[in-house]
């Protein structure tokens, strides 16, 4: 559907977008991930054709008239600008016409949205009252009006509360068999959630990305978690020198073991504690979360230890 290719932007001596290449696909979900500053909406403000590259290519799998995107594409900004003093339905009349859309058809589709993103009652009422949520549903018709094929959403969900969130992931469910979607979001979770693909940018570059399911089973990996009252001497080294095991770790009482085979990880850690009279006071088997994985492809590192 498009396909980018070593793009790159920079504002004076910041790069904040440096050669990446992508492959967007029609029907997909795509997420692109990445911490503050990472390149997100620089990368989305050159897909809408809002800014322009400062080299590479942006290639659409469609003649496009005129070059303009803004039949092919929907975008919400992150802060999204409305004229509070008109009613939901005035504004989508309004930007339906302004896409081009004759009066009835802007009314037809608007109706229609209104009904979509749940703000069918409260399309006779100012924007100014409406709530986060509903606004940034509203904002979300308004990309909608001209039927896009692709609809870029930059952080759709990081400003609202858990309801207007909750609002706002469902309705993109609803919409993901409508048209594809590329949003944004610094929250693994969402990502996880609503999309099929997974890009990850840090520092204007793509680190990581892939379908849903294949990262998962690249970054997966199995943990033992046991916890016992006293800890014999050299105790780590012994557990660090067990079949298997590839890596331990210690907080206060808890130890974390990373091993490639559980159950026989498992029956040595039994026999340990048997072997030394350990009292042991937990024993679970953990599976790393994709949480990590971004963690380990950003090169995080916790500048507050909780503990
Ligand atoms: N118009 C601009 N002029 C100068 N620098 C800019 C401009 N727009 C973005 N930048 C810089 O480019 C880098 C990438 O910014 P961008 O807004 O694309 O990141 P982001 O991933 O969307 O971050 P956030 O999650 O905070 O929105 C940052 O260092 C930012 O300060």
């Given amino acids: ?54 080299s590479g290519t942006i290639q659409f799998d469609q003649v496009i008239p005129n070059s303009d995107r803004r039949h092919y594409i929907g975008y919400l900004p992150q802060y999204p600008h409305f004229h509070g003093w008109m009613t939901g339905y005035e504004f989508l009349l309004l930007m339906g016409e302004l896409s081009g859309m004759t009066k009835a058809d802007a009314k037809e589709r608007a109706e229609l949205l209104l009904k979509k993103t749940g703000l069918a009652e409260a399309k006779h009422k100012r924007i100014n009252g409406y709530s986060g949520g509903m606004k940034q549903r509203l904002g979300i018709a308004q990309a909608m009006i001209h039927q896009p094929k692709l609809l870029i959403l930059d952080e759709p969900v990081s400003s609202l509360d858990p309801v207007g969130r909750r609002d706002v992931l469902n309705l993109l469910k609803t919409l993901k068999s409508e048209t594809t979607i590329l949003f944004s979001t610094h929250i693994l979770s969402d990502a996880e959630e609503i999309s099929d693909y997974l890009v990850v940018m840090n520092q204007g570059k793509i680190v990581e990305q892939g379908q849903v399911h294949d990262l998962e089973k690249k970054y997966q990996k199995q943990i033992i978690k046991f916890g016992v009252d006293e800890q014999p001497e050299d105790f780590i080294q012994i557990l660090e020198a067990l079949p298997y095991v590839k890596q331990v770790k210690q907080e206060r009482n808890y130890y974390y073991l990373e091993t490639t085979d559980v159950t026989a990880t498992r029956e040595a850690i039994l026999a340990l504690v048997a072997d030394k009279h350990l009292a042991l006071n937990h024993f679970s088997i953990e599976k790393t979360t994709l949480e990590e994985m971004f963690l380990e492809v950003i090169g995080f590192e916790a500048t507050i230890d909780p503990a």
């Fill in 1 to 54: 559907m498009i396909h980018i290719q070593s793009l790159q932007k920079k504002f004076q001596n910041i790069e904040a977008v440096s050669s990446i290449n992508l492959k967007l696909e029609e029907g997909q979900t795509i997420a692109l991930l990445g911490p503050n500053g990472a390149g997100k909406t620089t990368t989305f403000r050159m897909l809408s054709g809002l800014i322009k590259p400062t």
